[in-house]
């Protein structure tokens, strides 16, 4: 079955400190990772996907296939980075091809 | 670009009424658009696929007669909550993807409290 795990419901962390939040996902083929962030009393926006490799606002994810993970890390966080962020998943198998499968979210916050 | 729109933001309806809820893509055509829903300090569930010009995919759980799914156009889907109760109170997001653009744009969510 098709899963994407976040095992940490909050992260707290102060100002300049890395940041690294966890994502562990559970596929048969070749999935398509991304990373969502919400940010307070905003849309869902789309901060990553592991197709592109790209850095976006700081933040970097390596797609480990042997470990299953695509975890987020950012190696010094700011105040404004304090959002809710998903993890979530795109494949075909057992389901509509195209949908996403979220992970429960982690929110981060960046303490002064 | 690549926007998509949810209207309204924000609904309070009695319990038994229906409630509609639409998603508008702005700038580029959709033949596909998601909708989602996410319980409190829950995480979003894919309700359904909706598929300009046929049928709704609906996924496991999901009520095909209390959320009725129209596509009519390439830019516009439309949720309806039949006959709603306080169970169905939750935020509703949909989601396309514009075909020259990666990742998914999501509209903004629709608020809706039963009362």
């Known amino acids: 079955a098709q899963r994407v795990t976040q095992p940490e419901k909050l992260l707290s962390v102060f100002k300049g400190a890395p940041v690294e939040l966890k994502c562990n996902y559970s596929y048969s083929g070749s999935p398509e990772l991304f990373w969502y962030v919400q940010y307070s009393r905003q849309r869902l926006q789309l901060l990553l996907r592991h197709i592109s490799r790209e850095s976006i606002k700081g933040f970097t994810a390596d797609l480990n296939k042997g470990e299953t993970s695509f975890h987020l890390k950012k190696p010094f966080a700011q105040e404004e980075d304090s959002a809710m962020y998903y993890c979530?998943?795109?494949?075909?198998?057992?389901?509509?091809?195209?949908?996403?499968?979220f992970g429960k979210g982690t929110k981060l916050s960046v303490k002064p | 670009g690549a926007v998509v729109s949810q209207h309204p933001s924000r609904v309070i309806c009695k319990s038994g009424t229906s409630v509609k809820i639409e998603c508008r893509s702005l700038d580029f055509q959709a033949t596909t658009m998601f909708w989602y829903r996410q319980f409190p300090k829950q995480s979003l569930m894919l309700m359904a696929t909706s598929n300009e010009g046929s049928k709704a995919t609906y996924e496991q759980g999901v009520e095909k007669d209390k959320f009725l799914i129209n596509h009519a156009s390439l830019t516009l889907s439309t949720l309806t909550v039949t006959s709603a109760h306080p169970e169905d109170s939750s935020f509703y997001i949909c989601?396309?993807?514009?075909?020259?653009?990666?990742?998914?744009?999501f509209g903004s969510g629709t608020r809706l409290t039963v009362v």
């Open positions: 989601s396309a993807t514009p075909p020259t653009l990666s990742g998914y744009t």
């Open positions: 979530a998943l795109s494949g075909a198998e057992g389901g509509s091809q195209g949908n996403l499968i």
